[in-house]
T-cell receptor, first 113, second 108 residues
Framework: DAEITQSPRHKITETGRQVTLACHQT?????MFWYRQDLGHGLRLIHY???????NKGEVSDGYSVSRSNTEDLPLTLESAASSQTSVYFC????????????FGPGTRLTVL | DAKTTQPNSMESNEEEPVHLPCNHS???????IHWYRQLPSQGPEYVIH???SNVNNRMASLAIAEDRKSSTLILHRATLRDAAVYYC?????????FGAGTTVTVRA
């Protein structure tokens, strides 16, 4: 079955280190998204992509970057991790831009010490 | 961002219907109304969406007011597995904007 996976599921890192979170989908969806969710809050959009070589900033993009070299993957990089980036990160993908039904991965819990 | 207003929490008994209201008075003509839910320790899950007409699927029904300024998600027979945070979202500019949602508790 097609799916969307994230790795690692849990990560502990130190302030200042570069961290990359992986997202892989097998639906061949054009659209991919990264969100973060902090305790007791809804999801906030970090970056998104509508296809290979396309990337766009979301509402909380500072300190994060993405690249889209193929359809299946959208890795999220924290250039220099900060304690404020401790959060749960969700990746999602969708096929139809107009109605945009998104399918979410299981999440990565990141702790920055 | 397109704003929606939902109650913080709702409680229901198992096997009873649940009506989750959502106000979206600033909705524009091209905004789709989406509902997602998030079970504990999981990613959000699509529930249903609509534009103007009421919609039904295997999970729920979506009733949209005639002026589109409000909508109601209906879970016909709540089960313990329906306990989750339910998000009402206006899909605008090709993006979803999540609010705080409504936490639904189902009593056995």
């Amino acid at each position: 079955d097609a799916e969307i996976t994230q790795s690692p599921r849990h990560k502990i890192t130190e302030t200042g280190r570069q961290v990359t979170l992986a997202c892989h989908q097998t639906w061949n969806h054009n659209n991919m998204f990264w969100y973060r969710q902090d305790l007791g809050h809804g999801l906030r959009l970090i970056h998104y992509s509508y296809g290979v070589q396309d990337t766009n900033k979301g509402e909380v993009s500072d300190g994060y970057s993405v690249s889209r070299s193929n359809t299946e993957d959208l890795p999220l990089t924290l250039e220099s991790a900060a304690s404020s980036q401790t959060s749960v990160y969700f990746c999602a993908s969708s096929d139809n831009r107009i109605t945009d039904t998104q399918y979410f991965g299981p999440g990565t819990r990141l702790t920055v010490l | 961002d397109a704003k929606t207003t939902q109650p913080n929490s709702m409680e229901s008994n198992e096997e009873e219907p649940v009506h989750l209201p959502c106000n979206h008075s600033t909705i524009s003509g091209t905004d789709y109304i989406h509902w997602y839910r998030q079970l504990p320790s999981q990613g959000p899950e699509y529930v249903i969406h609509g534009l103007t007409s009421n919609v039904n699927n295997r999970m729920a029904s979506l009733a949209i007011a005639e002026d589109r300024k409000s909508s109601t998600l209906i879970l016909h027979r709540a089960t313990l597995r329906d306990a989750a945070v339910y998000y009402c979202i206006l899909f605008r500019d090709y993006k979803l904007s999540f609010g705080a949602g409504t936490t639904v508790t189902v009593r056995a």
